[in-house]
């Protein structure tokens, strides 16, 4: 039994579908290939676009984030906290300075990021645009009697909830020394003294600061005067150093401490006649009451203390 092999159609009309399909798949090929090229062109366009920089540099930024995140020696506000460290990375390189130095300097206060002061000063003694920090301090005499601001929680007509409202009381102090400190530098590039505003006790009674629980400026004055003097002068003369960022101190003395309304959530039971269900419900209510004011104390003594935090 033999072997029959079908030989191909030689028909004008079967030469002419081959001929077809092979001018079909040089299209289709041809396409393809464009194809290729414009996702190419596309994806270079893109990449070298602003969206597709930002982009390459978040993701990295994101990797080298994870390692610092991982690291045991950084601060406990950036350890574990990937969105930290990528804000403190993305700083670091802006200042042009070393990441774990952002880190160990940039604290979070209340919420907000703020700079140590000893930090301020260095990056202004080592900028190279000015001389040292230098400052000129001199006693005033005695505070006397001053008129300073405080808050309050004041409950307005008409409005449901307190508002926090600036109280204007007077106090003595002429058992205080108002002693006044003016920082200063010389800018190379001219040879002027730059000198900037002048910070006195009197005027930290004034604004507050130094009738705030747990104040620094009553149990170490001078040290507090040049922390101040020094943000007033970066913040005139080199205001680019701090990036807009306040000093510790300063997020300190401003920041007050949140107000909590306990009668908000104490409500009497409304009266469905004599039951103990009702007069048990009022005592765990007072007694919750009195719970989240012991709370409260306690979250205002620990927020007027520093937070010291060791690499």
Same mark, same amino acid.
């Given at each position: 039994?033999?072997?029959?092999?079908?030989n191909?159609?030689?028909?004008?009309?079967?030469q002419?579908?081959?001929?077809?399909?092979?001018?079909?798949?040089?299209?289709?090929?041809?396409a393809?290939?464009?194809l290729?090229?414009?996702?190419?062109?596309?994806?270079?366009?893109?990449?070298?676009?602003?969206?597709?920089?930002?982009?390459? @540099?978040?993701?990295?930024?994101?990797?080298?984030?994870?390692? *610092?995140?991982?690291?045991?020696?950084?601060?406990? $506000? %950036? !350890?574990?906290?990937?969105?930290?460290?990528v804000?403190?990375?993305?700083?670091?390189f802006?200042?042009?300075?070393?990441a774990?130095?952002?880190?160990?300097?940039l604290y979070?206060?209340?919420g907000?990021?703020?700079?140590?002061?000893?930090?301020?000063?260095a990056?202004?003694?080592?900028c190279?645009?000015?001389?040292?920090?230098?400052y000129?301090?001199?006693?005033?005499?005695?505070?006397?009697?001053?008129?300073?601001?405080?808050?309050?929680?004041?409950?307005?007509?008409?409005?449901?909830?307190?508002?926090?409202?600036?109280?204007?009381?007077?106090?003595?102090f002429?058992?205080?020394?108002?002693?006044?400190?003016?920082?200063?530098?010389?800018?190379?590039s001219?040879?002027?003294?730059?000198?900037?505003?002048a910070?006195?006790?009197?005027?930290a009674? @004034?604004?507050?600061?130094?009738?705030?629980?747990?104040?620094? *400026?009553?149990?170490?004055?001078?040290?507090?005067? $040049? %922390? !101040?003097?020094?943000?007033f002068?970066?913040?005139?003369?080199?205001?680019?150093?701090?990036?807009g960022?306040?000093?510790?101190?300063?997020?300190?003395?401003?920041?007050?401490?949140?107000?909590e309304?306990?009668?908000?959530?104490?409500?009497?039971?409304?009266?469905?006649?004599a039951?103990?269900?009702?007069?048990?419900?009022?005592?765990?209510?007072v007694?919750?009451?009195?719970?989240?004011?012991?709370?409260?104390?306690?979250?205002?003594?620990?927020?007027?203390?520093?937070?010291i935090?060791?690499?």
């Amino acid at each position: 039994m033999c072997n029959k092999q079908s030989n191909p159609d030689t028909s004008p009309q079967a030469q002419e579908k081959r001929e077809e399909a092979r001018d079909l798949d040089k299209d289709i090929a041809i396409a393809d290939r464009q194809l290729q090229l414009a996702n190419t062109r596309a994806n270079a366009q893109y990449n070298l676009s602003i969206a597709g920089q930002i982009q390459r @540099q978040f993701e990295a930024l994101q990797r080298v984030a994870k390692a *610092w995140a991982d690291s045991t020696i950084v601060p406990t $506000s %950036y !350890r574990g906290n990937i969105g930290n460290c990528v804000i403190a990375l993305d700083i670091a390189f802006r200042m042009n300075i070393n990441a774990l130095t952002v880190m160990q300097n940039l604290y979070i206060v209340h919420g907000n990021p703020s700079w140590s002061s000893k930090f301020l000063v260095a990056s202004i003694n080592t900028c190279g645009r000015f001389t040292n920090l230098r400052y000129r301090k001199r006693n005033l005499g005695k505070v006397g009697k001053v008129k300073y601001n405080t808050y309050e929680w004041v409950q307005k007509e008409g409005k449901k909830e307190r508002e926090k409202t600036i109280v204007v009381k007077e106090g003595d102090f002429s058992n205080v020394d108002n002693w006044e400190c003016v920082a200063y530098a010389v800018e190379k590039s001219t040879g002027e003294t730059l000198e900037g505003d002048a910070v006195s006790i009197a005027m930290a009674i @004034q604004e507050g600061w130094y009738t705030k629980d747990g104040s620094k *400026w009553i149990t170490m004055p001078q040290l507090m005067l $040049s %922390y !101040r003097a020094a943000a007033f002068w970066q913040r005139i003369y080199a205001p680019e150093i701090s990036m807009g960022f306040r000093t510790v101190e300063e997020e300190r003395d401003v920041e007050d401490v949140n107000y909590e309304d306990v009668t908000d959530s104490y409500s009497i039971p409304q009266q469905h006649g004599a039951s103990g269900q009702d007069t048990k419900t009022q005592s765990t209510n007072v007694e919750d009451a009195k719970d989240r004011l012991r709370n409260r104390d306690t979250r205002q003594q620990e927020a007027v203390k520093p937070k010291i935090e060791m690499p």
